[in-house]
């Protein structure tokens, strides 16, 4: 089977689209260059704030990602992954918009987590806010029979306030303690795992940060893609 041309929606933030680059190349197993997919990456850092426009009514992101879709299928892409979660609100109109697939993070990091450990019961999930309200990581999980919590109003300010600190720029030990603590909070109401649910998470918190495993969303996309653009 040929490879598939895999195109990101980038931009949201763009360390996030470096991040799931990289895991993509992690993902293949490559031995040389040419082992490698052919990926195409519109990094548009203008997309509107997508959890300002889902709590405050802002400017709607909607019509840019579309934009940012149909430009990738325009370049040749076969296949598209969005390293943003809480743009996933989208995702329906930007598939409905292409005639290319465009995968799934909530739907990958699912899959993920319940392969590798098949009797779980309840995650946590830390991530934006419009994220958690929205609900596709809940309703998603649902589907394998695993209830998703989210933080309480302090710990989810925590998470924020993280996300952003890391889309301007600030990995230190004070930030990454702020998702540690929102994510030992959720260990201690019950999760068995945590979803690193916003693509900024993975940047500062990763498995065996906490006392729990972390789940990286963008690990499991990447692995999605490799997985569908190689037709393993």
Known sequence: MKEKIVGIIGGMGPDATVDLFQKILRATPAKRDQDHLRIIIDCNSKIPDRTAHVLRGEENPGPYLVSSARLLEQAGVDVMAMPCNAAHTWHDE?????????????????????????????????????????????????EKGIEVIAPD?????????????????????????????????????????????????PLIL??????????????????????FARGM
């Open 94 to 142: 930007i598939q409905a918009s292409v005639g290319v697939p465009v995968l799934h993070i909530m739907r990958a990091a699912a899959d993920y987590a319940a392969e590798r450990w098949p009797n779980m019961k309840k995650i946590g999930l830390l991530a934006a806010p419009a994220t958690v309200k929205i609900g596709i990581y809940h309703r998603t999980f649902a």
């Open 153 to 201: 109003e302090k710990h989810q300010e925590m998470t924020t306030q993280a996300i952003y600190a890391v889309k301007g720029g600030q990995t230190g030990p004070d930030i990454h303690r702020l998702a540690a603590d929102a994510g030992e909070y959720l260990a201690a109401q019950g999760a068995e795992a945590v979803i690193a649910g916003c693509t900024e998470i």
């Open 206 to 227: 990763t498995d065996g940060d906490i006392s729990v495993p972390v789940v990286d969303a963008t690990w499991a996309l990447a692995v999605a893609v490799v997985r």
